[in-house]
Nanobody, 120 residues
Framework: QVRLVESGGGLVQTGGSLRLSCAAS????????MDWYRQAPGKQRELVAT???????NYADSVKGRFTISRDNAKGTVALQMNSLKPEDTAVYFC??????????????WGQGTQVTVSS
């Protein structure tokens, strides 16, 4: 089973930057798409950014031009560079991976989440 561990959250002022990282560990045939989701208090979890195994990214409209997702397939990591942060970016950020195990079965793995707080 692949395990995901996020790091890099914290408190930042409006307009500031943070970089989140997520490291995958465990055995798998492949790790396919990797995503960042976020969940603000009282709101549903929402997709922030996705990156395919070939590096193709996709972003939610609310973060386009401010956030950049990247991955290192050799290291099993995915990162989210967040610039020009706004108070509405405050949320718990979760890493997610679509994994194919050695039996060629697909499953989803989630990290435990990291808090990002943007003060006004």
């Amino acid at each position: 089973q692949v395990r995901l561990v996020e790091s890099g959250g914290g408190l930042v002022q409006t307009g500031g930057s943070l970089r989140l990282s997520c490291a995958a560990s465990g055995v798998a045939f492949s790790i396919n798409a990797m995503d960042w989701y976020r969940q603000a208090p009282g709101k549903q979890r929402e997709l922030v950014a996705t990156i395919q195994s070939d590096g193709r990214p996709n972003y939610a409209d609310s973060v386009k031009g401010r956030f950049t997702i990247s991955r290192d397939n050799a290291k099993g990591t995915v990162a989210l560079q967040m610039n020009s942060l706004k108070p509405e970016d405050t949320a718990v950020y979760f890493c997610r991976a679509q994994v194919t195990n050695l039996s060629r079965q697909e499953y989803i793995s989630w990290g435990q989440g990291t808090q990002v707080t943007v003060s006004s």
